[in-house]
């Protein structure tokens, strides 16, 4: 959500554009003359046809000469004796009636020259050889015609390009000209020109707002990190869902930074034209490093970070962005670690992005950004409150409960919303009924778009989460948990995160133990409302997975034994023809089929024997949203580490398993 008037400020930088307006204003007065000129030439002469060449001109013998110019024209020059007769004499000189202009008088359009030849003939038969037209031929540049023939053109092209370009946005430094093309578009925050926000105004980011105050300290104190050999990052790339404020922190960033912060979106780079963007990529660098140290923000990388692969059957402007970003890549590595400018970038399609962008020496910083939970929504709230003419103590704690799976975005839009319903019933301040009614309007608008959570949804999903913690509690072979929550993140609905651990070797145990893990969801649901969801798909599909890869590439299972279907070299088409016979095939699949049970029915057996647990923990996320894993150990007392040689990631948080 790219948004609010600070985007819009100009850059103070607009003097540029004045040169080529009077460029303009000449090329349209050059254009007019030359027009006239071509027009004044082109009228001394009078068309004629050749009926009248024959019948007046030829009879009368008042041709004194014919011009064939270019084998198209046959020029006519009239004797000086008929200058009565040529239609023009007004435009004789005064006082010299006699003479008349230099001619040509009238000028006849010939299809070929053998033709008009051949009539010109005819029509002289019998007139003696001396007193015939003569006849010159003529090859004359048309130099007018041709200028106008190429100008033309050109003119109305350049007219159209800038009727393009005016249309592409004419905000910020580079704009609206011709010569201003392939410039940078984005928006310099400097000295004179603050983005307004702070960092007060963002709310509940605590984590990643200290990640993007450290950046400024790699700018502003580089010795500090330097001097300790440290690198300080090229790039850092805000990831996570739309409205979560990455494009807030950034202007936070550029508002209390006391570092000069170049802001525009990536969809700026890419126009219809090839190498525009490369260009704009150059020449945004090159203005950084001329203002450095400073910070350079590309919101929605993705539109030009899209992995090369990817995009394959996309539009043919598929070329037009891979150089844009081959030209950021060149950049980036281009520029030393300790340059002073520090790229960042927001994205909330980060599976999209070509892993390039994503290697050590580019975007190596990854700040994570996700869903509001519970308490942070009220913090959100209470920001997007403070302006607001309140009639009554609105609870924000409320408003938090009531919002479920909001962004930061949803919940100012709310606010918004009830500030607008109050206006148009005539109300001096608003109430909680306009806060009713603007949430009702707002679910409404986000379930269409199936945003929004149920609160029956929410507690299937809080007993479904508790499932998969409670059994990967109990067993021990599951990578410790640390965390779980009932906040959407992309597709699904809830999520736990484990600290995995390093192993080089998994047991069988191990495996099947996961299994149990991934299937506890199900089962939760199974038995605390007697049916089960389709929330479950993403565990089915990879607990079918890992059963069987446990079947066939592991060996693990005693009825095929030790053989492995698996192929490393990734030559063999399963999808053509299974490396196994079709009995084969039946035991494997046979075997999947009970390993899942088998693991199901443990994972149902676990969550009956902590029934209470199993209860206590899914209401505490229903309340909270998130539950870590203190409040697990309080619910289940401490956890026996089952393996105590395994190494532990530095990692700050595993991979998210639901
Ligand atoms: N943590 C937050 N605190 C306060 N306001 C927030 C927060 N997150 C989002 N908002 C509100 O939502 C608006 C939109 O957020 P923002 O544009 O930063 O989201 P985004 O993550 O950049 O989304 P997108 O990926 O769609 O661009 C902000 O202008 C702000 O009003
Ligand atoms: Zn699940």
Redesign the pocket.
């Known amino acids: ?4 008037p600070a985007h819009k400020e100009p850059n103070g930088k607009t003097p540029r554009t004045q040169m080529p307006s009077i460029l303009n204003y000449l090329m349209i007065l050059g254009m007019i003359i030359l027009f006239l000129v071509y027009n004044a030439n082109n009228a001394a002469q009078q068309e004629t046809s050749w009926l009248d060449v024959e019948r007046q001109m030829l009879s009368q013998q008042a041709i004194e000469r014919i011009e064939v110019v270019n084998g198209q024209e046959a020029n006519i020059y009239i004797k000086e004796t008929f200058a009565d007769e040529i239609p023009f004499k007004e435009v004789m000189k005064p006082g010299d009636s006699k003479s008349v202009l230099p001619g040509p008088h009238y000028t006849l359009t010939i299809g070929s020259v053998e033709t008009f030849e051949r009539k010109l003939e005819e029509a002289q038969q019998g007139v003696p050889v001396e007193k015939q037209v003569e006849v010159i031929y003529k090859n004359r540049d048309n130099w007018l015609g041709n200028l106008m023939v190429w100008l033309l053109p050109l003119f109305l092209l350049i007219l159209f390009w800038r009727y393009l370009l005016r249309g592409a946005g004419s905000a910020g430094a580079g704009g609206s000209s011709v010569f201003n093309f392939g410039k940078s578009k984005a928006m310099l925050f400097d000295e004179g020109q603050k983005s307004k926000v702070t960092f007060a ?5 605590e984590e990643a707002a200290m990640e993007v105050k450290e950046v400024v300290d790699f700018l502003k104190n580089p010795d500090d990190f330097t001097k300790l050999g440290a690198k300080i990052p090229k790039g850092v790339i805000m990831i ?10 950034a ?1 936070a960033m550029a508002g209390e930074a006391q570092v000069p912060f170049f802001s525009l979106s990536g969809s700026e780079f890419v126009e219809m034209f090839v190498g525009v963007g490369a260009s704009r990529v150059r020449d945004l660098f090159k203005q950084a490093k001329e203002k450095a140290p400073c910070i350079v923000f590309i ?2 990388i993705d539109s030009i970070g899209r992995s090369r692969g990817k995009q394959a059957f996309y539009s043919g402007s598929n070329d037009e962005r891979e150089s844009t970003l081959n030209q950021l890549l060149t950049e980036m590595d281009g520029f030393e670690t300790n340059s002073g400018v520090i790229v960042l970038a ?3 399609r980060a599976d999209l992005l070509d892993p390039a962008l994503l290697r050590p020496g580019r975007f190596d910083r990854h700040i994570y ?1 996700e869903l ?1 939970n519970i308490r ?1 929504r009220e ?2 709230f209470k ?2 409150l403070r302006p607001l003419k309140l009639n009554e103590t609105i609870d924000a704690a409320y408003l938090a409960g009531q919002t479920p799976g909001f ?3 949803d ?2 839009n709310v606010c918004n919303e009830a500030a607008l319903i109050a206006a148009r019933r005539k109300k001096d301040r608003v109430d909680k009924q306009d806060f009713h009614d603007a949430l009702d309007r707002i679910v409404a608008g986000l379930e269409k778009k199936s945003k929004v959570i149920s609160p029956e949804e929410k507690k299937i999903i809080a007993y479904h989460e508790a499932g998969h913690a409670i059994v990967s509690w109990l067993l021990k072979h599951v990578d410790p948990l640390i965390k779980v929550s009932i906040i959407p993140r992309g597709k699904t609905l809830g999520a736990a995160w484990y600290l995995p651990e390093e192993h080089q070797l998994k047991s069988a145990t191990a495996f099947s133990e996961h299994l149990s893990a991934m299937l506890a969801g199900r089962a939760a649901e199974e038995i605390t409302f007697g049916e089960v969801t389709s929330g479950a798909l993403d565990d089915l599909e990879k607990a079918t997975k890992e059963a069987y890869m446990m079947v066939a590439y592991y060996g693990f299972d005693k009825k095929i034994g030790n053989i492995s279907f698996y192929d490393s070299s990734g030559q063999q088409d399963t999808r053509l023809s299974k490396p196994y016979s079709e009995e084969t095939g039946k035991v494997i699949d046979a075997e999947v089929i009970r390993l899942i049970h088998e693991a199901y029915e443990r994972a149902k057996d676990l969550l009956l024997q902590h029934r209470d647990e199993h209860v206590k923990l899914a209401e505490l996320l229903l309340q909270k949203e998130v539950v870590f894993k203190e409040d697990l150990e309080t619910i289940l007392g401490k956890r026996i580490c089952p393996a105590p040689e395994s190494k532990i990631l530095p990692a700050k948080e595993g991979k998210a398993k639901v």
């Open positions: 959500m790219a948004d609010t105004d963002v709310a509940g980011l996570g869902p739309p409205g979560t404020g990455k494009t807030l922190l202007k919101d929605e927001a994205t909330n950004l509001p942070e913090e959100i920001v997007h962004s930061g975005a919940i100012a």
